[in-house]
């Protein structure tokens, strides 16, 4: 396996984080990129000092997410993108010009300024998060323009380009590459789902990112483990999935939100006993997904994806 610092500090620390850390077994042992981009907590120096509310942050995790990721990759071999910088400094799982451009201090865009383009940003939750429900306004003061292309330079173009190198080189292994980003989810409310309460949302864009065969194949997967699991609502996928999914040229892109529920504590903060069985449910879908990309593309090559 070959890997960067895997450094995850929760709290601000004189130590430098790399944004991100990519991990590949030697010749892509499987045809999956396994992600998870909402999972970073290592917060920089000073940060907690421009928060109206130092708490709000980790509301914004997908808390443990990462680990969560790490266990399913050494349980199959796929390949890990895991992000080390938090939702809070830049939202990995959003379009670049995605911003509200009324918490930017500086020059600004003359056209553009609100439109379909930043829609989510407008909602509160865009590239750099400005608002939260229940909470209101995250930050004390604005953020310097200057700031913010920095960040997009050197978190957001590069995490994006590592993940588009990797499946593409995917691809190239084994004719076909499947992507799941993995996030978590608050519990979902019973009353909405048949008084079944989903532990699993598995989302594909309805049906643009990915072969429909993946998406049917997941599902399966968890219905056969006894696992209640929905397609495409409530979440059916961002921008992550808008940019990378592309099925006509063997790039498949699902994806995979968890019940946080299944495997952290009752506060929802730290994790618990399940999360390994949780990895293990994980791990069942990522190799199913593998054996299910043999029938995606033609040639002898492809059957040892099932194997």
Same mark, same amino acid.
């Given at each position: @396996?070959?890997?960067?610092?895997?450094?995850?500090?929760?709290?601000?620390?004189?130590?430098?984080?790399?944004?991100?850390?990519?991990?590949?077994?030697?010749?892509?042992?499987?045809? =999956?990129? !396994?992600?998870?981009? #909402?999972?970073?907590?290592?917060?920089p120096?000073g940060?907690?000092?421009?928060?109206?509310?130092?708490?709000?942050?980790?509301?914004? /995790?997908?808390?443990?997410?990462? /680990?969560?990721?790490?266990?399913?990759?050494?349980?199959? +071999?796929a390949? !890990?993108?895991?992000?080390?910088?938090?939702?809070?400094?830049?939202?990995?799982?959003?379009?670049?010009?995605?911003?509200?451009w009324? @918490?930017? @201090?500086?020059?600004?865009?003359?056209?553009?300024?609100?439109?379909?383009?930043?829609?989510?940003?407008?909602?509160?939750?865009g590239? *750099?998060?400005?608002?939260?429900?229940?909470?209101g306004?995250?930050?004390?003061?604005?953020?310097?323009?200057?700031?913010l292309?920095?960040? =997009?330079?050197? *978190?957001?173009?590069?995490? #994006?380009?590592?993940?588009?190198?990797?499946?593409?080189?995917? &691809?190239?292994?084994?004719?076909?590459?499947?992507?799941?980003?993995?996030?978590? @989810?608050?519990?979902?409310?019973?009353?909405? #789902? %048949?008084?079944?309460?989903?532990?699993?949302?598995? %989302?594909?864009?309805?049906?643009?990112?990915?072969?429909?065969?993946?998406?049917?194949?997941?599902l399966?997967?968890?219905?056969?483990?006894?696992?209640?699991?929905t #397609?495409?609502?409530?979440?059916?996928? +961002?921008?992550?999935?808008? &940019?990378?999914?592309?099925?006509?040229?063997?790039?498949?892109?699902?994806q995979l939100?968890?019940?946080?529920?299944?495997?952290?504590?009752?506060?929802?903060?730290?994790?618990?006993?399940?999360?390994?069985?949780?990895?293990?449910?994980?791990?069942? *879908?990522?190799?199913?997904?593998? +054996?299910?990309?043999?029938?995606?593309?033609?040639?002898?090559?492809?059957?040892?994806?099932?194997?």
């Amino acid at each position: @396996m070959t890997s960067s610092n895997t450094g995850q500090p929760e709290s601000d620390s004189n130590r430098p984080v790399e944004p991100f850390t990519l991990t590949v077994g030697e010749e892509f042992p499987v045809p =999956i990129l !396994l992600a998870a981009p #909402h999972g970073g907590r290592a917060y920089p120096d000073g940060l907690r000092y421009t928060l109206r509310d130092p708490d709000c942050i980790i509301r914004l /995790e997908d808390r443990f997410a990462d /680990e969560l990721a790490r266990q399913v990759a050494e349980l199959t +071999g796929a390949a !890990l993108l895991v992000a080390h910088t938090p939702r809070a400094i830049i939202d990995l799982n959003r379009a670049p010009d995605d911003v509200d451009w009324s @918490m930017i @201090m500086g020059v600004k865009p003359r056209k553009n300024v609100h439109s379909l383009a930043n829609r989510r940003a407008r909602s509160g939750l865009g590239l *750099v998060p400005r608002r939260l429900p229940g909470l209101g306004e995250i930050w004390k003061q604005p953020l310097e323009r200057s700031e913010l292309d920095h960040r =997009i330079e050197t *978190v957001h173009r590069p995490y #994006h380009a590592a993940l588009g190198r990797t499946l593409e080189r995917l &691809r190239d292994r084994w004719g076909a590459a499947v992507l799941v980003d993995l996030h978590s @989810m608050p519990p979902l409310p019973r009353r909405l #789902h %048949g008084g079944a309460q989903p532990e699993f949302v598995i %989302g594909d864009r309805f049906g643009t990112s990915c072969d429909g065969a993946l998406s049917a194949r997941a599902l399966n997967y968890f219905a056969s483990a006894g696992r209640a699991a929905t #397609h495409n609502r409530p979440y059916s996928g +961002g921008y992550v999935l808008d &940019r990378h999914g592309a099925p006509r040229r063997g790039i498949h892109a699902l994806q995979l939100e968890v019940c946080r529920s299944t495997y952290l504590d009752a506060r929802l903060d730290r994790p618990s006993a399940r999360l390994p069985r949780v990895a293990r449910i994980i791990a069942g *879908v990522v190799n199913a997904l593998a +054996g299910e990309v043999a029938g995606l593309s033609p040639g002898d090559s492809f059957r040892q994806a099932a194997e």
